[in-house]
């Protein structure tokens, strides 16, 4: 059974950093298909950032430059790093893995591309 846990939320002000982890078990981690998504009340959940084979990773426009999806093989961890933070980054922010293999013409930052998702860990950023 596929397991992810998020951590490494909490509050910053506007323009500090943060490092999102997501914990992952359960599963053949390092060939796993892993993306970081966010989601604030009334909205859908939006793909921010996402793996894909070739490193050729994906990035919502709103986050290019800033954040950096990463992950440790050996931890079976997803990092997501956050620079430059803005108070339209406050959200819930949610670890997920897909059953499908990562190419990049796949609908990787699809909310419905994938299977699995973690609880969330909020992220709250101030002016």
């Known amino acids: 059974q596929v397991r992810l846990v998020e951590s490494g939320g909490g509050s910053v002000q506007s323009g500090g950093s943060l490092t999102l982890s997501c914990d992952a078990s359960?599963?053949?981690?390092?060939?796993?298909?892993m993306g970081w998504f966010r989601q604030t009340p009334g909205k859908e959940r939006e793909g921010v950032a996402a793996?894909?084979?070739?490193?050729?990773?994906k990035y919502a426009d709103s986050v290019k430059g800033r954040f950096t999806i990463s992950q440790d093989n050996s931890k079976n961890t997803l990092y997501l790093q956050m620079n430059s933070l803005k108070p339209e980054d406050t959200a819930m922010y949610y670890c997920?893995?897909?059953?499908?293999?990562?190419?990049?013409?796949?609908?990787?930052?699809?909310?419905?591309?994938?299977?699995?998702w973690g609880q969330g860990t909020q992220v709250t950023v101030s002016s």
């Open positions: 359960g599963s053949t981690y390092s060939s796993a298909c």
């Open positions: 793996r894909a084979l070739g490193g050729n990773n």
């Open positions: 997920a893995r897909a059953r499908g293999p990562c190419e990049g013409w796949r609908p990787l930052l699809s909310r419905h591309f994938y299977d699995y």
